[in-house]
């Protein structure tokens, strides 16, 4: 977690936040409106949401009780993200969590006083989200999980796993802001282990399908799935694809293996 401290969080959601104007702590409801921001569906994040309200419960927030959640779900449509997060600021809303990266790209461009928490793969200075891990300053913080430098290795894993494999699909949401300054760091990676990545864009569950008959058709010896909400959301059809075609499939989340399973 960034430099925001629980405390100060738990702070915020009671709207007594020492320095805030008067007129501001006045407009706070008796009742805290927590905004929740996904770029993905809710299906595939039940852990995540279970885990999130857990956080909260032990911090002495209850839904329904002291504390009220406005969920805004994208499902897969990323463009629909600024106009959630603008209907959230203006519901209002005490703290927003922006919980995927293009959620808080989306959060950031919207708000800059409204507190907002949020998650990400990536490094979060590099996408202008703080201005340092240390210090992130303004009204953002949040947690990384730098899934960037663990794309290299899930590479490196495919060469360990298959000795033989020359070309190795790469599965990429175009839509997500950050798609293509990583598939340009994973594409070097691959060239430097000897892998020709072939690179495939999929938003819908159409280009799904057409990803993996073009894998198919190539012969690639495995798929390395980029993290991204859209597929997290479409993980019983990327289990399933990737048993009709045997194909080895690496990618972030347990959930494509265990349909798969």
């Not at 008067?22 to 929740?36: K, L, S």
């Amino acid at each position: 977690m960034l430099n925001m401290r629980r405390r100060e969080v738990i702070t915020l959601l009671g709207g007594v936040a020492v320095g805030w104007p008067v007129a501001v702590r006045a407009q706070q409801p008796a009742m805290p409106v927590i905004g929740f921001l996904h770029s993905g569906s809710p299906g595939p994040y039940r852990r995540i949401l279970a885990a999130f309200r857990q956080g909260l419960n032990e911090a002495g927030y209850v839904e329904g009780q002291n504390a009220a959640i406005e969920y805004r779900w994208a499902h897969g449509q990323y463009e629909r993200l600024p106009a959630m997060a603008a209907e959230l600021i203006h519901r209002p809303v005490a703290v927003l969590a922006a919980t995927s990266t293009p959620a808080a790209l989306a959060a950031k461009a919207a708000t800059t006083t409204v507190p907002t928490v949020f998650t990400t793969a990536f490094d979060p200075v590099e996408l202008g989200l703080v201005a340092s891990l240390s210090r992130p300053g303004g009204n953002v913080t949040g947690a990384t999980q730098l899934n960037v430098e663990i794309g290299p290795k899930r590479l490196e894993l495919v060469r360990e796993l298959i000795p033989t494999a020359t070309i190795v699909g790469l599965l990429v949401n175009p839509t997500n802001p950050v798609a293509r300054g990583l598939s340009r760091d994973l594409e070097a990676a691959g060239r430097a282990l000897g892998l020709q990545l072939d690179l495939l864009h999929a938003s819908t569950e159409r280009d799904i399908d057409d990803a993996f008959a073009t894998l198919v058709q190539r012969r690639a010896s495995a798929l390395v799935i980029v993290a991204d909400p859209f597929f997290v959301s479409r993980s019983e059809q990327l289990g399933a694809l990737t048993l009709r075609h045997a194909l080895p499939s690496i990618f972030q989340y347990p959930e494509s293996s265990m349909q798969a399973a």
